[in-house]
C-alpha cells in the first residue's frame, strides 16, 4: 500500500502523531481501558482540587503544552480544562507515584475547579468520621 | 433452613456485619470492580501522600475505625496502613468529591506513606513539564 502524498501528509491521524516519550510511557501502569489517575493539587495553597483521568495522549498533551488535559471517560475525548468554563489549569509540575500508576499535577487553578462552581470537588462531600 | 444458634451467631461472615451507611452508598460511583479511588493528603502540611483503593466495605471500616483501611487490588485483601509498617494513618478527615467516584482523606501519617521509605509516593517521580 501507498500512502497519499503532498497536501494529505499534513492530515495525520491522531495516534501518527509525536506520542509520550517511551520512557515515560514504559514507567506507567494502566487501568483495563488504558487511563492512569491524576490527582490535580493546587501548588501553593495545596488544596486537592479534583481527581481526573489521564491516558498517554493527555499526559503527553499536559507535558508538552503545560495545559493540563484529560480523557473524560464519560464524553470519550480529550479535555483541555478550562476550555469551555474559562477555568484554565496552568500546570507548574507532574510527577509519578512509585508505581507509576498515579499522577499528581500541580496546577494554577484559575477559578473555580469544579463544575459546581466549588472551588474544590471535595467542598460539599464531607464524611463523618468516628473517633479513632 | 436454620441458622445455628448460641456461639455461632458471633461468628459472622464479613458480609453480615453492618454495612456501609446506605445513604453513603448510594453516593459513591464505583469502577467496574467495585472500588473508588482515594486520595490521601497529609492534613497540615497538604502533601499529597499517596492514591489508594476503597470498597465499600474499606470506607466503612475507615470511617468507623478512624484508621486508613483499603482494599489491596496486588493482594486482594483489606489493608490497613501501618500494621506491617508502623506508619499508621490516623484519619482526620474523609470528603467524596461532587460526583461521588473519589475519596479525599485528610490524615495524619506517621512517618513514610510511600513503601520505598519515601514521606510521598510522589517524591521521586518528577517529570518534566514544558514551559506554556
Redesign the interface.
Known sequence: MTRPEGRCAVRLRHNDRMPLDPA?AA?LKR??DGLV?A?V?QHD????L??AWMDDEALHR??????ATYWSRSRRAYWVKGDTSGNVQ?????????????I?LKVDQVGAA???G?RT????????????
Open positions: 515515560i514507567r487501568t483495563g489517575p490527582v493539587q495553597t495545596g488544596e486537592v479534583m481527581l499536559t507535558l508538552t503544552t503545560g495545559r496552568h500546570v507548574r509540575s507532574v510527577a509519578l507515584d512509585c508505581d507509576g500508576d498515579t499528581l469544579c463544575h459546581t466549588d470537588c471535595f467542598d460539599a462531600g464531607a464524611l463523618r468520621v468516628a473517633p479513632e
